[in-house]
């Protein structure tokens, strides 16, 4: 168990529908990052939240959309999915906002099919 | 933007045999270097890293190495064991882009026993 929690763990959903995928972070961290993984995209960078405000964005499209929130868990919404949508979608966090003291912790990811 | 190319997209290897994977980055202002391994199923664990001050380390069978002049660096897996077969990707990150990291096509590695 790397300490970052993800749910849920596998999401099958029809084209046009929206999802919700939900990352706690391992205690301490206060960075969470959202990755995309597919076979022929290989890992993405999405989107960092730090502290509760987005810090970086990758090439996240305008129908997805994430936050942090006072707890520090992050939810990365998905919507009007597309049969393209379907991948692996990595959460993982670090203690500070910047250059990662010790690398990330990642998730043990959410597998979305769209069907 | 930044880009990482890392080779070969598969290796496979004898046990006890080494394991190189290489990876190349475009940024000259990349400054933090981590190895990820991934097992099926799982998150990426990182197993080794090396900042741009540095240029090699080593922690037990692993080591990387850094050639900044050339933009490339390096994972060598030494005494190979089939518990090493996974999928392992290398990866950059910016100072000051946050934590964001971009990470290479991944290396599929097999270890024959």
């Known amino acids: 168990d790397s300490g970052v929690t993800q749910t849920p763990k596998h999401l099958i959903t029809a084209t046009g529908q929206r999802v919700t995928l939900r990352c706690s972070p391992r205690?301490?961290?206060?960075?969470v990052y959202w990755y995309q993984q597919s076979l022929d995209q290989g890992l993405q960078f999405l989107i960092q939240?730090?502290?509760?405000?987005?810090?970086a964005k990758g090439n996240i499209l305008e129908r997805f959309s994430a936050q942090q929130f006072p707890d520090l868990h992050s939810e990365l919404n998905l919507s009007s999915l597309e049969l393209g949508d379907s991948a692996l979608y990595f959460c993982?966090?670090?203690?500070?906002?910047?250059?990662?003291?010790?690398?990330?912790?990642f998730g043990s990811g959410t597998r979305l099919t769209v069907v | 933007g930044e880009n990482v190319e890392q080779h070969p997209s598969t290796l496979s290897v004898q046990e006890g045999d080494s394991a190189v994977i290489k990876c190349t980055y475009s940024?000259?202002?990349?400054?933090?270097f981590p190895w990820y391994k991934q097992e099926l199923g799982k998150g990426p664990q990182l197993i080794i890293d090396?900042?741009?001050?540095?240029g090699e380390k080593k922690d037990q069978r692993i080591a990387v190495t850094l050639n900044k002049t050339a933009k490339h660096f390096s994972l060598h897996i030494t005494e190979t064991q089939p518990e090493d077969s996974a999928v392992y990707f290398c990866?950059?990150?910016?100072?000051?882009?946050?934590?964001?990291?971009?990470f290479g096509q991944g290396t599929e590695l097999s270890v024959k026993p």
């Open positions: 993982a966090s670090s203690v500070n906002g910047g250059l990662p003291d010790y690398g990330y912790t």
């Open positions: 205690s301490g961290d206060l960075s």
């Open positions: 939240y730090y502290n509760g405000e987005e810090r």
């Open positions: 940024d000259s202002a990349s400054n933090y």
């Open positions: 090396i900042r741009s001050n540095v």
């Open positions: 990866a950059a990150s910016i100072n000051n882009q946050g934590g964001k990291l971009i």
